[in-house]
C-alpha cells in the first residue's frame, strides 16, 4: 500500500486494464453487483476529500497529506439488490429476496476481490494504490457529492498513482503473522 504519489498522471490504457480486471473478479452467481467510480480530474479528486475528511478545514495529518498527492482515485460500489434480485431468479430457485440466506455480505465479499484486482494491476504496471475506508459519517456527504445512488454502497477507496518517496505504515511493525499460526489443515 502506497501512501505518497508524485504528481505525473496515470495513463487512460493503465486505467482501463485495471478496470477490465476488476469486472473480470468472481462473482455470485455472476450478479456483478458492482460499480467503480472514477476520480481522475484533479478537481474531482479535491472533491473527494472534501467530501470523505472528518474535517476537512483542518491540517491534514502525515497519512492524509500523503494520500492527497495522488492524482486519481477508484471507488468501488457494492449493490446489495443486485444479488438479492439475482438469486430470486428461475435458475437459483429462491422465490423471495430474504437477505439471512447469505452467510456473507457477497455484494461487498465480490467488490472487494474486485477492487484486489485493481490493486494487483497498478502493482503489475508499475504504480503504487492503497486501499482505505471511506469514514461511515462521511458517506452521505459523499454520496450526495457524486449522485451515488442509495443502493450502492463505497466499500472504500483506492489510490492510484506512481510512487513516490513515502514512509512505511507504523502498522508494519506488528510483523506478518507466519504461515503455521494462519492455517490449520484438516482440523483446527
Known amino acids: 500500500m502506497v501512501r505518497n504519489y508524485a504528481p505525473d498522471p496515470v495513463d487512460p490504457a493503465v486505467v482501463g486494464r485495471m478496470l477490465e480486471h476488476a469486472v473480470r473478479s468472481p462473482s455470485a452467481g455472476f450478479s456483478q453487483g458492482w460499480a467503480f467510480l472514477v476520480l481522475?480530474?484533479?478537481r474531482d479528486v479535491a472533491r473527494f476529500w472534501r467530501a470523505t475528511t472528518p474535517?476537512?478545514?483542518a491540517e491534514p495529518d502525515p497519512w492524509l497529506q500523503g494520500m492527497q498527492t495522488a492524482p486519481m482515485l477508484i471507488v468501488p460500489l457494492s449493490c446489495k439488490a443486485a444479488y438479492l434480485g439475482r438469486y430470486a431468479e428461475p435458475d437459483k430457485g429462491w422465490t423471495d429476496r430474504d437477505e439471512s440466506r447469505w452467510p456473507v455480505p457477497y455484494w461487498h465479499m465480490d467488490t472487494a476481490m474486485?477492487?484486489?484486482l485493481i490493486l494487483q494491476t497498478a502493482v503489475d504496471e508499475g504504480l503504487g494504490a492503497c486501499f482505505f475506508g471511506i469514514p461511515p459519517e462521511r458517506t452521505d456527504t459523499f454520496r450526495e457529492e457524486f449522485g451515488v445512488p442509495a443502493d450502492f454502497t463505497p466499500i472504500g477507496a483506492i489510490t492510484v498513482g506512481h510512487r513516490a518517496p513515502d514512509r512505511p505504515s507504523p502498522s508494519l511493525k506488528r510483523g506478518r503473522r507466519p504461515v503455521d499460526e494462519v492455517v490449520h489443515r484438516g482440523h483446527w
Open 40 to 42: 481522475d480530474d484533479p
Open 55 to 57: 474535517d476537512p478545514d
Open 114 to 116: 474486485a477492487s484486489l
